[in-house]
């Protein structure tokens, strides 16, 4: 803790054992990234202003959300294509997740499959789902998610398209790499990585390969390799109520930062999880933090809603329970901590955003996250996005 206090203190360490290819994946946003640089920017003005003279208060971390009791109010964000940021990352990060009791969603297009990851998740994994058009494929993929013990199932819904990410193209960065001298010249100067992706294997689609090759028995298959993995998709509200049926356990619908969708949403699944997928889609979009106050006056004060993108410290995890969520996941930390410390960081990761909320809540002298919730936050003007009416 003396040496990393903060999760940007492992940002250089990690950035030194990442290869170049990597960090890129990690780290870009898309376009000109405006949506990524906004989702830290608006943090930064939002005050509390403390109330004293309540005797000593000890604080209680734990939060429930859709059915299930955490030690701590965040989680594991889905990111794909794990093992290429680092390593053996779906082991480490589901080790953890259970030891921590915090949620860890895996991605559909992860490294490790459904079923290797689900032998460390003792039952307790979210499984992301982005939607195939090729109902054979998601019902594949459903099947095998609740035989495998999955919870809780977060279907992801701001992928229309794949994003430009001009920053991964001026880079010369093809993901997944490429076998060329580049890679290998890339990889070779971060013996870390290497000599850990010697171990683990060369990253692949552990879920989605299957449906790419001769071994599948459905009638339909995906291309092959990367383009493969990133099938296309479809996303309508007919299509997520026959997942909900398919899916017995709670569904949670990620990427949403419209009202209206919001509302929509409400009717079908168990909460919506607020995001712009960590500025990683649409440029323009606003950072879910400014769309959540009126989405919770929406919903009323017992929907539940999970949020991400930007939230890298337990004071931004605090303002988003005190705006109106009930659960805050997190994407790049965790990288951020694995890239530096390898599977200690995810663990250090955990560590360091616990204590931080556990401070705020010393701090402010309230002893659970539903008091957290109720305090009130200083916003500056703006804040909260309305659509004009030009007409
Ligand atoms: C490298 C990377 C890969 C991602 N892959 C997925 C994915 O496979 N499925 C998904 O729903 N979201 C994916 N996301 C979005 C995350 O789930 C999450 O919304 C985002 O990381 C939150 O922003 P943060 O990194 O600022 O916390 C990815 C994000 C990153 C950074």
């Not at 009717?267 to 879910?288: E, F, T, W």
């Not at 009930?326 to 990761?349: C, D, K, S, W, Y």
Request: net charge positive.
């Amino acid at each position: 803790m003396d040496k990393f206090p903060r999760v940007m203190d492992l940002l250089p360490r990690a950035k030194r054992r990442l290869p170049h290819f990597s960090s890129e994946y990690l780290f870009s946003g898309t376009g000109y990234d405006l949506a990524i640089n906004n989702n830290k920017n608006i943090l930064k003005n939002i005050f509390l202003t403390p109330r004293y003279l309540k005797g000593s208060v000890q604080p209680n971390l734990k939060t429930k959300i859709l059915n299930c009791e955490f030690n701590v109010p965040f989680g594991i964000a889905p990111v794909g294509l794990t093992s290429l940021i680092w390593p053996g990352a779906e082991k480490y990060l589901s080790k953890m997740s259970v030891k921590n009791k915090i949620p860890y969603c895996l991605s559909t297009v992860a490294c490790a499959s459904i079923e290797e990851v689900s032998k460390f998740l003792n039952g307790q994994g979210w499984f992301q789902l982005y939607p195939p058009e090729n109902k054979e494929i998601r019902n594949d993929l459903l099947k095998r998610a609740i035989k495998s013990g999955y919870k809780v199932l977060v279907v992801t819904a701001d992928i229309p398209a794949s994003s430009r990410r001009e920053r991964l193209r001026l880079a010369g960065v093809s993901v997944p790499p490429k076998n060329n001298l580049r890679t290998f010249f890339h990889a070779a100067i971060c013996p870390s990585w290497s000599i850990g992706t010697l171990i683990n294997g060369i990253p692949a689609f552990g879920t989605m390969d299957q449906y790419s090759d001769g071994n599948w028995h459905g009638t339909e298959k995906t291309k092959a390799g990367f383009a493969g993995s990133q099938m296309k998709r479809f996303l309508d509200w007919d299509y997520l109520k026959e997942v909900k049926d398919i899916w017995k356990g709670p569904v949670v619908l990620k990427g949403l930062m419209h009202k209206e969708d919001a509302i929509l949403a409400s009717k079908i699944v168990d909460c919506v999880y607020l995001s712009n997928h960590g500025g990683r889609q649409l440029d323009m979009a606003p950072s879910p933090l400014q769309t959540l106050p009126e989405i919770r006056n929406s919903l009323g004060p017992d929907y539940p809603i999970i949020i991400d993108s930007g939230f890298y410290s337990g004071q931004d995890m605090c303002k988003a329970l005190m705006l109106g969520a009930n659960f805050v996941m997190t994407g790049r930390p965790f990288f951020i901590g694995m890239g530096a410390l390898g599977e200690e960081g995810a663990q250090h990761i955990h560590d360091i955003l616990k204590d931080e909320i556990f401070n705020v809540m010393e701090q402010i002298c309230v002893k659970d996250i539903g008091e957290l919730q109720k305090q009130k936050l200083s916003l500056p003007e703006n804040f909260v996005l309305r659509e004009m009416n030009y007409n």
